[in-house]
């Protein structure tokens, strides 16, 4: 960051596309740059006298500013959620420099969601202990549902009750194959060709039969997607636990949305395209307690929730080098995974290779 700029008077801050903006001594902001007036949606003089710290949602950057007191180095605050007075929110990572006057510059690098903290660095022993000794107490249940399936089949004439006892038996080897994993983890399966729509199509068929009538499903597909490599079954797991997550949350309306993005990034990775994928819901959102521990093990919502879904389906995301984001308030949310696909994959499903 620059040293110590003079905001009010270098027009060259209107120049950047950063979002930047600047307070007096006391943290009422005295201006900002065009791209932060944007960024925010509000015009510059309805910006001018607002508290600095009001901007945060969560209430820690009065703390963090209030501890630095007169050390004039630069703070950094990663993860950000920042509201203006019309309700909507914005996330950013933030830099917090002093000026010679004992303002603050504020540089924010907006993002559009909340990156979930890796589950794989925070799962304790002593938890995976629990989760293989809960992975040993559902095979019997899952014997069970496969042997009523079977015998189900040979009494059932009917074209679409078979249909759903079909259903039924992929799920329970599904569930099955994913105990198995708990219990005895291996290698991951190689990688193959899939059809994303395919997949998704295994989700809607599950979330038609779980919500019936009471939830809309609705499907919002790029057609021009490729095939890509990658675990069709761990990608279906995925999903299926994000589309039931929003149906919990009293959504009446479900989207699932595909769509080619190119120059994506990825923690920090840089990829030619990927494939960006959103559940959508209108459900009743994500609580404000549980944003910075969403995708942590055991982590609910619900009382009778496991906590468990987000958990595999951001190892999914990790296991196909991807990830997944979310971003929500009652009545929207998105959440995203984006998996980078390879560019010969892309190339060939153009030229028909």
């Not at 959102?285 to 521990?293: S, T």
Request: hydrophobic letters at 45%.
């Amino acid at each position: 960051m620059p040293a110590d700029p003079a905001p009010s008077a270098d027009l060259s801050l209107d120049a950047l596309t950063t979002p930047v903006a600047w307070s007096d001594a006391a943290g009422s902001l005295t201006g900002c740059n065009l791209a932060f007036s944007r960024w925010f949606g509000i015009g510059v003089r309805r910006l001018l006298g607002w508290p600095l710290a009001g901007l945060d949602a969560d209430g820690r950057l009065a703390l963090a500013v209030a501890r630095a007191g007169g050390d004039e180095a630069p703070l950094r605050m990663r993860r950000m959620r920042l509201r203006y007075a019309d309700g909507e929110e914005r996330f950013a990572d933030l830099w917090l420099s002093r000026r010679d006057d004992g303002g603050w510059l504020l540089e924010a690098h907006p993002v559009d969601e909340f990156p979930g903290d890796d589950p794989a660095l925070l799962l304790p022993s002593a938890l995976s202990a629990s989760l293989k000794g809960l992975a040993h107490e559902l095979r019997n249940p899952l014997a069970g549902l496969k042997g009523a399936s079977q015998l189900l089949a040979r009494r059932i004439d009917d074209r679409d009750a078979r249909e759903l006892i079909e259903l039924i038996d992929s799920e329970v080897e599904r569930l099955t194959g994913l105990v198995d994993r708990l219990l005895t983890p291996a290698p991951p399966r190689p990688h193959a060709p899939l059809n994303i729509h395919a997949v998704l199509e295994r989700v809607l068929r599950l979330a038609e039969a779980d919500a019936g009538w009471a939830v809309r499903l609705v499907r919002d597909y790029d057609p021009s997607l490729p095939e890509f490599a990658g675990d069709a079954d761990r990608l279906m797991q995925a999903v299926w636990n994000l589309a039931r997550n929003a149906i919990e949350a009293g959504a009446n309306h479900v989207h699932l949305r595909t769509r080619v993005e190119h120059g994506a990034r990825v923690g920090d990775s840089a990829h030619p395209i990927a494939l960006r994928l959103e559940i959508i819901d209108d459900g009743r959102g994500v609580p404000e307690e549980l944003a910075e521990q969403l995708f942590l093990p055991l982590v609910s919502g619900r009382a009778e929730g496991s906590g468990l879904g987000l958990a595999l389906a951001q190892q999914v995301a990790r296991e196909h080098r991807g990830s997944l984001t979310y971003r929500s308030r009652p009545g929207h949310t998105v959440f995203t995974l984006l998996l980078p696909m390879h560019i010969e994959d892309h190339a060939s499903a153009e030229t028909g290779a």
